[in-house]
């Protein structure tokens, strides 16, 4: 069965240091994979994906996500924290077999100053 | 902003009743999907319409049903309510009818169900 993993329920990290959030999948085939992030009282909003090509993707607000095939990883990072990047952070894979886009249960990064 | 418009942004309703919840995707999109979001399931996937047509069908209860209207607007309607229901609905709009593509999330209705 497709599914994906973020093992850890919140991060935190000192504004101005590096942050990762860890997201682990299983598909079968090629995995289509997306990042989302979520304010208070707003809904998802997308900041990066990978389909295929250089395993180094680039997204939104100097977010960037590193696809490693071997360890069936797609983790989330960033050089430098910023308070304003606390937020819910959402790993998906799109399930190559039904086409529906399966969420992780979500990250809660905390950035303090 | 995201272009996806959900109405009502609040609801508050008892056990046994009915609610409909609307959404506007952004313009010129012409899939739109339905998610539950609550603490303990997570963000679900409930149901995805493409220009009129059920396309996927994801966690929906019985209970539960959609439309898309000829103006590609999409309602959601919740029956039978439980307390269980209570939970943040969300819907999202893309262009094609692909869940490969960027989804576009509205701000979602929080039903409350007493």
């Known amino acids: 069965a497709q599914s994906v993993a973020q093992p850890e329920d919140q991060v935190n990290v000192a504004e101005g240091n590096p942050l990762t959030v860890k997201c682990t999948y299983s598909v079968s085939g090629n995995p289509y994979l997306f990042w989302y992030v979520q304010y208070p009282n707003r809904g998802l909003q997308f900041l990066l994906k990978y389909i295929t090509g250089d395993n180094l993707v680039k997204g939104s607000y100097g977010f960037e996500a590193e696809f490693n095939k071997s360890q069936t990883s797609f983790h989330l990072k960033k050089p430098s924290a910023l308070v304003s990047d606390s937020a819910l952070y959402f790993c998906a894979v799109r399930d190559g077999t039904t086409d529906k886009l399966i969420f992780g249960t979500g990250t809660r990064l905390q950035v303090f100053p | 902003d995201s272009g996806v418009t959900q109405t009502p942004k609040h609801l508050i309703t008892a056990t046994g009743q009915r609610v409909t919840l609307r959404c506007s995707p952004r313009?010129?999109?012409?899939?739109v999907y339905w998610y539950q979001q609550s603490l303990d399931q997570g963000l679900q996937f409930l149901i995805q319409?493409?220009?009129?047509?059920?396309?996927a069908k994801g966690n929906i209860l019985e209970r539960f049903s959609a439309q898309q209207f000829p103006d590609l607007h999409s309602e959601l309607n919740l029956s039978s309510l439980e307390l269980g229901d209570s939970a943040l609905y969300f819907c999202a709009s893309s262009a094609g009818p692909n869940f490969g593509e960027k989804l576009f999330f509205g701000s979602g209705t929080q039903l409350s169900v007493l």
């Open positions: 313009s010129g999109d012409l899939s």
């Open positions: 319409y493409y220009n009129g047509e059920e396309r």
